[in-house]
């Protein structure tokens, strides 16, 4: 290609989002990772795009709120210029409802999700039915209809190939040029945290497992501190753990097993389902745990996205679009509380 507009170093969900949606612009675009595409905690098999609770609003929810109406545009965009599927799917998700106090909290819930998510979503009661469905004390679980889910690895191929389809470049070596934007995960946070005076971010791992059973068309769940999701190829992921103390990114060990368990325990019928897939991973978390956004704080001219933490392909949408109105136009559409600058 011609000299880059944008050189994106990281080629995982924030990397190859930003990079997208300055394709979508005209610009001309180079992503960089020497591990290749979706190398890291990107590629992982989990992908619940699950809302924070609508009640104590603030930017960051909001900013959630708005990123999670814009996925189905942003990834059937991603599809259609791929022609890769991605595995979005707008279905919902159900968590159980365990005493007095989480019914009262559900419906105080339910009454401020009707104002704070303006129509576009429901947060609602519903009576615990079906197979698919956890135990739940009261009888009574919580369904929201915002959520949605994406196979991680799946959307960062599509990504990558709507990417070069659209004349960007993926590779794994190149020239800085252009703008530079910094997506490169856990291992950027520690760099950065290496010019500082205190730490400015970390990673935390997590382990995550792919069973052989064919739920594609079914909420997700949550209980019991599990992510039950199923994917549109037939597959149903349960995840994650959280480690803030680990010693191999990538293992896999007995509090995974203590996971499946938990599932299993939950929802019956994941017991005779075939385990397909085994995964650990390492996931950016920002000492603010928000996104870390803007301008580099350690390098002049150029910028920064990290901190995906558990909500980056949630996020991924708006995140693309307010980077590359910064880096594009010089236009600062970030909420404060995601400028890099707040994580020093």
């Known amino acids: 290609m011609s000299r880059a507009e944008v050189t994106v170093l990281g080629a995982g969900a924030f990397g190859l989002s930003v990079a997208w949606a300055c394709v979508q612009r005209g610009a001309r675009v180079r992503v960089i990772d020497p591990n290749g595409v979706a190398a890291g905690a990107s590629g992982g098999i989990v992908g619940a795009l699950a809302p924070h609770t ?16 814009m996925a189905a545009q942003f990834w059937g965009e991603v599809e259609d210029a791929s022609g890769l599927p991605t595995g979005y799917a707008r279905l919902g998700r159900v968590q159980p409802v365990l005493n007095d106090r989480g019914l009262t909290l559900a419906k105080a819930r339910s009454e401020d999700a009707k104002t704070l998510w303006a129509g576009a979503a429901e947060w609602r009661l519903e009576a615990a039915a079906g197979d698919w469905c956890p135990a739940s004390p009261t009888g009574q679980v919580v369904f929201d209809s915002l959520s949605g889910r994406l196979h991680p690895k799946q959307s960062c191929l599509a990504l990558a190939a709507a990417i ?19 997506a490169t995960g856990y291992e950027g946070l520690l760099a950065m945290s290496a010019l500082h005076s205190r730490e ?24 019991d501190g599990v992510h039950v999701v199923p994917h549109t190829d037939g ?34 019928l994941l017991g005779g389902a075939k385990i397909i897939a ?19 704080p350690f390098e002049d001219g150029a910028f920064v996205v990290n901190g995906g933490f558990k909500i980056g392909f949630g996020m991924a949408p708006k995140i693309a679009h307010v980077m590359a109105d910064l880096v594009l136009d010089s236009v600062d559409n970030i909420p404060p509380d995601f400028q890099a600058t707040c994580c020093l």
Not at 206 to 212: E, I, K, R, S
Not at 278 to 296: D, I, K, Q
């Open 235 to 268: 597959t149903v992921a349960i995840g994650s753990t959280t480690e803030r103390y680990f010693d191999a990114p990538t293992s896999t060990d007995e509090q995974l097993d203590a996971l499946h368990a938990r599932a299993v325990a939950g929802l019956p």
């Open 200 to 223: 400015v971010g970390n990673g935390e791992k997590g382990q995550a497992m792919l069973l052989d059973y064919d739920a594609q068309k079914l909420p997700q769940l949550f209980f």
């Open 164 to 182: 070069e389809a659209s004349g960007g470049e993926i590779t794994r070596s190149g020239p800085l040029e252009g703008a530079v934007v910094h």
């Open 54 to 69: 609508p009640e104590r609003w603030d930017e960051k929810k909001q900013f959630q709120l708005e990123s999670l109406l």
């Open 278 to 296: 085994r995964w650990g991973g390492v996931r950016p978390r920002s000492r603010t745990r928000a996104p870390m956004l803007g301008r580099h």
